[in-house]
Structure formats: C-alpha cells, structure tokens
C-alpha cells in the first residue's frame, strides 16, 4: 500500500517557511522582497513598494499620461543619492535634453549625469541594455519610443544582471500590454500634484492613487517659458559637467 496522498504535501511549518522568506505572496499582501532598493524619498510611495523603494536589478515601467507631468521630478531623490555616491546616472534617448539648472536643484551631480543620443527606437533599446550590462550606472533611464514582449524582456533580462535602477518611460497606452517589469506605474496630475498608480508590483496593484509633493521648480528666464516644467522639458546649454554621447558609446 503506498503512502497516504497527504504524506507527499508540504507540511504546514514548511508553507510558513517559505511565506516568511517572501518566496510567494498573499493575494492583496505587499511582497517583501530581497532585491536591494533605493529610497523614493517619498514616505506614501515607499510604503507601498516592495523593499521599500525603488527597487535595483528589475525594471520599471513609469507611464506618464503626458510628457513633463513631473515623471522625471519623481526620480530626483534617488537620482541624487546615486549620483552623490559618485555613480552615473545614464539618459538614454530622452524627448528633451535635461535641464542643468533643475537637476542641479534636485541635488543632482551633474559631472555624474550622461546624455545618450539615438537616431532609432532600436538603438535606443541597445543603448539602454548595454547601458545596464556596462555595470557603470547606478540608475538607467530609457526612453523607447516602442518596443515588443521580447524586446523588454531582454532589457529585464540586462536589468537582473546588474545592480541598477532600470527605468522606462513608456506611453499610458502601453498598460493595456502585457510586460516583464517587476514594477509599473501611472502617472498622472491631481490635485495640482503627481498621483501615482501601481498598476503591477510584487504583491498585487493598488487601486488608490499615491499623491507626490514635488520638489520646488526652479523658475527661468521668460525667453525659456514652456508649459512644461520638469527635469527634461528644456534645452540644456553647452556645459562641460554633462556628457552628451553618441549610442555607440552607451557602453563605454
């Protein structure tokens, strides 16, 4: 007679084992996770991601419903610890070349910053991998202007191999697609502020909006007025403390 069916089931000590060490999660529980992350340097949105913040070696998706609702601002805090630290943060094919005078408000180290030109949405996707293979950057920021499953797969794939801040900013429209990021996020203004929704984390979405206070604008001449006020939203004067590369150098 062989063994009782329950005998080849995991006793109930080993199921709490494997809970207490976050293998799995709850459905409506927030994962706890051992993948090292940053500090947002916002306490809501902290409190609602896995780890604590934001998270290294994964990707994360940020869909702004616009371009300049304060996407890049919403970084500011991680960007400038990382970059205080004496790492680099990589730019790849941003809308908008960033903006001296704010990032520098933000605390950013602007001889820390590189700026990745592309002249196609599939060099931006290599230059964005080789950028997070590199092992050079403690923070990647992607601009793609589209990209397939397989396509961001290998880019969290690259992302798993390093111990970087991986982020993409895609279109709203990229929600309704399915996604290898372990992190995405809605971004859209309420209240006259950033609200952000989790619409896929380690641990289930969150149906309510997380409401950021962002950092103080810096205010600019009226010959640069634009409706658009974040990091990114004007051109960056020639400055020798931002390196400004070509693709082909993403990786060097």
């Not at 995405?184 to 289930?204: D, N, P, T």
Request: glycine share 8%.
């Amino acid at each position: 007679m062989g063994p009782h069916p329950t005998s080849r089931m995991p006793s109930l000590t080993a199921l709490a084992d494997i809970l207490h060490h976050g293998l799995v999660w709850r459905v409506g529980e927030l994962a706890r996770v051992e993948t090292p992350c940053i500090p947002s340097g916002f306490a809501a949105l902290d409190a609602e991601l896995p780890g604590g913040g934001w998270p290294a070696g994964v990707l994360t998706e940020l869909l702004p419903e616009h371009i300049g609702i304060g996407e890049v601002r919403a970084l500011g805090p991680a960007l400038a610890r990382l970059s205080g630290q004496g790492q680099w943060v990589a730019w790849i094919a941003p809308p908008y070349l960033p903006y001296a005078p704010a990032l520098q408000a933000a605390g950013i180290d602007l001889a820390r910053v590189m700026v990745v030109r592309t002249k196609s949405p599939q060099e931006s996707l290599w230059a964005i991998e080789q950028a997070l293979q590199s092992g050079a950057c403690g923070a990647v920021l992607g601009w793609p202007e589209k990209a397939s499953f397989t396509q961001l797969r290998r880019l969290q794939i690259a992302a798993e191999g390093s111990q970087a801040l991986a982020f993409l900013f895609r279109s709203p429209l990229a929600a309704r697609e399915a996604s290898p990021a372990a992190l995405r996020l809605h971004l859209q203004s309420m209240k006259g502020e950033l609200a952000v929704r989790i619409l896929k984390r380690r641990g289930g979405p969150l149906a309510r909006p997380i409401l950021l206070t962002p950092a103080p604008v810096i205010e600019t001449p009226p010959c640069h007025a634009s409706p658009i006020n974040h990091a990114v939203d004007r051109p960056l004067p020639p400055a020798p403390c931002a390196r400004i590369l070509p693709a082909r150098l993403a990786h060097g």
